[in-house]
């Protein structure tokens, strides 16, 4: 297979340990099978990184792949993946992110950077082109995520930069660490973790070439129409963003309200999307060659958190508002930002300091572990402080640092309280009031995402096929879910964009044959599905089976208490009628192995072997 | 009857108002409820730009559609498509 476009066709790999760098050429049949970014990272993640390699060892690595469509003139080209060992799960994480870093690195002439080794030193890392640098970071430790950006672009010398770094806590080895990334997130997963046990502080990357386009006439006018549907379709993301579901999750008895103790919050009418736009939106942000302009830049204007700035997203508000009982949007700007400087996953965050508040309201800690911090719900002072522990690693914030999987080891007696699956806390869904978005959790391959795991609850709302809480159908409508992320997450195109070029669960169009020169779009679901399952390959050999797939206790023991949703419960009987219906669609045995003749017939046997 | 109504997110701002109580004959279906939304605030039903639901299920869900028999105190929440966060 030959293509004309969208791809370099070489990696730069970098080792901090030997300070080398070499240039790879990628193989055009691993592209023709797994198209990019998230199927690429996936394989060479399945490649070279064991079973037995630990997420903080040097011999761990950051796989980063960008897509064919990372770069070019289309709309909102502006993401790429990551694949690591996490921190958080203790197993494979993939993560996909927006920002400038994949277009420049793009430019810079490669379609992916490996990093690996273990620095001696704090080092920061510039690629200009085809030259790489080490820089000394000795200086920035302890400097913020966001300051860290500012010392990068700096070092560069100004002008257009893609750059990603980490705060104090993915230097301290927080496994809820982010990696910055122009102000967009790796968030999940605890990767600033890694590059914090590599002592790397930073990567900038300034890109000059051309990334070939196969059809740039074509390219002109797809984007053209595209940008003309996205101003219709998207004009709710362009003036809300992502909090305006805020209000409607809640609505639906779904908002994880008091680490995940009830579903609707009663406080809501403060903190929406309404609220936002009219007392605290300065202005709106876009990724690289985005016309949707989603991420909404807030600032607090007068009060005790005066001053405080933050891009706040729908599940940023919901796990650091309602889930630590905080109506005050001012108190979740301030938080947000504590955590972007601090180089904390706010999802992770606020799921850690909802469980923190309930440990100390039923008197499991107390303020001897709190720093003297009274942890209750609903008090901003908690919430600031709590996240304050957790990144400097002081009092109960050390245990939280280690993410649930270490709480739960080191404390089995709370697992009533403790929500995650696989050691990823879940996001601002419960899963009582969709029951598709449990098993979405569940069979997540990084843990309890929405993104990775399949969004189900347009579907399970609108699409007139599934009831919200019918179990039968929510096998497939999952994997649909699935499949088709796992081949978006390859293209290096934003998710919010997807609709208006064709990017469905039924591709159409011609957006692939403009940019590569070949035709994938008949293909697109079938690379999804193969990507997803060599996933789990890798998964299995990390040791995840069925037992890895089940929910936490809240959602399958305790009914909810009140609000629309009250009453609703998700029992492990009737999760294990989802599960089965899942696994038999995919093709998995019983303890969610894949089969030898799916592996086959998916061609993964062909990547494996 | 009454039958309370709220409108989510953006539908806000088309209906200028947060919720109200709307009045019906009695024994009036969603479709009857459909056709004075429609006329009293410009809020058109189905399109596949909006979503709304009748205490908490999808009206596309609902096995009688718009043939469904509204009952006082019903609960009809209206809203843009979500998309995920």
Avoid at chain 1, 240 to 258: K, S
Avoid at chain 1, 356 to 376: H, K, N, P, S, V
Wanted: net charge neutral; proline share 5%.
């Amino acid at each position: 297979m030959s293509y004309t476009g969208g791809y370099l066709g070489k990696l730069l790999r970098v080792d901090l340990t030997t300070r080398s760098v070499r240039t790879e050429a990628i193989d055009p049949r691993l592209v023709s099978l797994l198209l990019g970014g998230r199927g690429l990272a996936a394989k060479y993640y399945y490649d070279e990184i064991p079973a037995s390699v630990g997420a903080l060892e040097e011999a761990n690595k950051l796989f980063f792949f960008t897509g064919p469509l990372t770069g070019l003139p289309l709309p909102s080209t502006t993401k790429f993946q990551l694949a690591t060992r996490s921190p958080e799960t203790r197993r494979y994480l993939c993560s996909n992110c927006g920002g400038d870093f994949g277009p420049r690195l793009k430019m810079a002439g490669f379609d992916a950077l490996i990093v690996e080794g273990q620095a001696a030193d704090w080092t920061y890392l510039t690629i200009t082109d085809g030259k790489v640098a080490f820089g000394d970071a000795g200086p920035w430790r302890g400097y913020s995520s966001t300051r860290t950006l500012e010392e990068l672009k700096a070092a560069m010398g100004g002008g257009k930069i893609g750059a990603l770094s980490i705060g104090p806590a993915g230097e301290r080895l927080v496994r809820l660490s982010y990696i910055n990334v122009d102000s967009r997130a790796f968030g999940r997963g605890g990767p600033g973790a890694v590059m914090g046990s590599k002592k790397l502080k930073g990567i900038a990357v300034r890109g000059t070439g051309k990334i070939p386009l196969a059809d740039p006439v074509r390219a002109a006018e797809i984007q053209k129409a595209a940008v003309a549907d996205l101003k219709v379709s998207r004009a709710n993301h362009t003036k809300f963003g992502t909090p305006q579901y805020l209000e409607v999750i809640n609505e639906l008895g779904c908002m994880p309200t008091r680490n995940f103790q009830t579903a609707y919050f009663e406080g809501m009418s403060k903190i929406d999307a309404h609220a936002m736009y009219e007392h605290y939106l300065e202005k709106n942000y876009a990724c690289y060659h985005c016309s949707v302009a989603c991420g909404k830049t807030c600032v607090v204007r007068e009060g005790p958190y005066a001053g405080a700035r933050a891009r706040t997203e729908f599940e940023t508000i919901g796990l650091l508002g309602p889930n630590c009982g905080i109506d005050d949007f001012g108190a979740i700007i301030k938080a947000n930002q504590l955590c972007d400087e601090l180089g904390l996953d706010t999802i992770s965050a606020g799921c850690a300091v909802g469980l923190a508040m309930e440990l100390f309201e039923r008197g499991l800690i107390t303020t001897a572990d709190t720093a003297g911090i009274e942890a209750r719900f609903g008090r901003p002072e908690a919430l600031h402080g709590l996240i304050e522990l957790i990144a400097a690693r002081q009092g109960i914030g050390d245990l939280l640092a280690e993410g649930m999987s270490g709480v739960r080891e080191a404390h089995p007696e709370w697992s009533p309280y403790i929500l995650d699956v696989k050691g990823m806390p879940p996001a601002a869904y419960d899963p009582r009031g969709f029951h598709g978005n449990g098993l979405t959790y569940g069979t997540s391959t990084r843990g309890a995402c929405h993104n990775v795991g399949g969004w189900t609850i347009r579907a399970e709302l609108q699409s007139g096929k599934y009831d919200r809480f019918a179990l039968q159908g929510k096998g497939p409508l999952v994997k649909g879910l699935q499949d088709n992320r796992a081949y978006v997450d390859s293209l290096g195109m934003c998710t919010v964009v997807r609709g208006a070029v064709g990017f469905s669960d039924d591709p159409k169009g011609d957006i692939m044959k403009a940019a590569t020169g070949y035709d994938f779009m008949p293909e697109l679901m079938g690379i999804g599905e193969r990507i997803y399952s060599l996933e789990r390959v890798i998964l299995n050999r990390e040791g995840v089976r069925r037992k890895d797939d089940l929910l936490p206790e809240r959602f399958t023991k305790e009914k909810l208490p009140d609000g629309p949703t009250k009453g609703r419960i998700l029992t492990p009987q009737m999760y294990d009628v989802m599960l089965d219906e899942y696994y038999q669609v995919r093709g998995w045995d019983d303890q969610g192995v894949p089969t030898g003749e799916t592996l086959r017939r998916l061609r993964v046997q062909e990547l494996i072997a | 009857m009454t039958i309370q109504v709220r409108y989510l997110s953006a539908l806000r701002d088309q209906a200028g108002r947060r919720e109200e109580a709307v009045e019906l004959p009695e024994g009036s279906r969603l479709a009857e409820l459909a056709e004075w939304l429609a006329l009293q605030r410009g809020v058109r039903l189905p399109d596949p730009g909006l979503m709304a639901t009748l205490n908490g299920r999808g009206w596309t869900q609902l096995p009688e559609g718009m043939d469904r028999t509204l009952a006082s105190g019903d609960q009809v929440a209206l809203f843009p498509v979500v998309g995920g966060g």
